[in-house]
């Protein structure tokens, strides 16, 4: 059971830090820009396909730092 746990937190921390990433790179799209839109819109063909999932968490958590931890 302790080995499901680790697995468990071990993808929920994976799942923080890929949003962590995108909200740094893909700001814009929800109106907090921190990353050069240069830099952006050099990542945005690796992002593209986590962005739909990511819009989706962002709007639905009450508050931002619910989403980082």
Not at 8 to 21: C, D, G, Q, V, Y
Request: net charge positive; proline share 7%.
């Amino acid at each position: 059971m302790a080995a499901h746990d680790m697995a468990r937190f071990a993808l929920k921390t994976r799942s923080s830090m890929e949003h962590l990433f995108i909200l740094i790179t893909m700001g814009d799209l929800l109106g907090v820009p921190i990353l050069p839109p240069y830099y952006s819109l050099r990542l945005l063909p690796y992002v593209v396909p986590q962005v739909a999932t990511w819009k989706r968490r962002m709007l639905r958590e009450k508050d931002l730092t619910d989403a980082i931890y």
